[in-house]
């Protein structure tokens, strides 16, 4: 069964800033992320192993690696 992380939950996970997420969201280039129409406000989930698939695209084996900002996710489901 999949695992749902809010946007706190799947900062924490990453290591990453809460702004991090949020930016990267109206930016691009972020993890993929569910988004559920609740009204005046929306929920944002992040599926655990979307995270997963989106820190591993993101792997590098020298500081003189591009890391792309872009990178589009593909998933295998």
Known sequence: MTKYLSTREAAEYLGVSKTYL???RLSGGGPP???ID???TS????A???LDVWMA???VT???CPVS???WFQSSR
């Open 22 to 24: 949020e930016h990267r």
């Open 48 to 50: 655990k192993e979307d």
């Open 43 to 46: 929920l944002v989930r992040y």
């Open 57 to 59: 695209s993101h792997k």
């Open 69 to 71: 900002s872009s990178i």
């Open 38 to 40: 609740g009204g005046r």
């Open 33 to 35: 992320y569910s988004k």
């Open 62 to 64: 020298s500081t003189s």
